[in-house]
């Protein structure tokens, strides 16, 4: 059965794309399915900024078939994992949580790589090509754990 992840930032154009197609290029795509969403409503249907598309571009990655799309309440039937790209976001996506189950899904995704310091990837939308630069690199990071974490859980 596949393991089904899945990243969220606010408007799902910047962040949590990029987080999707880095984890998506480190894990057996027979093994784990890997989406994107965001909290707010603003960009559904739209591709990637294209500084995030730059980005990902210059590290052999296409991101530019992804499509922004909203978080709902049936994401939490639908992943194994979400991870958040902040702790707004992480706030936003546990008001819709039903019960323990649905919050024990939920992580700040750079917990990963700073456990227990709640630690948010800045928001890239308003700044320059080099934030674009550090958020990937701050994502990879973390991908690089997650993809480690779901290859042990593959092999339980």
Request: aromatic content about 8%.
């Amino acid at each position: 059965m596949k393991t089904r992840v899945l990243m969220v930032c606010l408007g799902n154009i910047c962040r949590s794309p990029l987080a999707e197609g880095i984890l998506k290029a480190k894990v057996d795509e027979n093994k784990v399915f890997v989406d994107s969403a965001g909290t707010g409503d603003y960009h559904i249907d739209s591709s990637p900024d294209p500084r995030s598309i730059a980005i990902a571009k210059k590290k052999k990655l296409d991101i530019t078939d992804q499509r922004g799309r909203q978080f709902g309440v049936e994401d939490f039937d639908n992943f194994d994992h979400i991870y958040v790209m902040d702790n707004s976001n992480f706030k936003d996506v546990i008001a819709l949580a039903r019960n323990d189950e649905d919050r024990a899904k939920v992580e700040l995704i750079l917990d990963k790589i700073f456990p227990a310091e709640n630690v948010d990837v800045p928001d890239p939308y308003f700044g320059g090509d080099q934030g674009f630069a550090n958020v990937y690199d701050m994502l990879d990071q973390a991908c690089d754990q997650i993809a480690q974490e779901l290859k042990e859980e593959h092999k339980a």
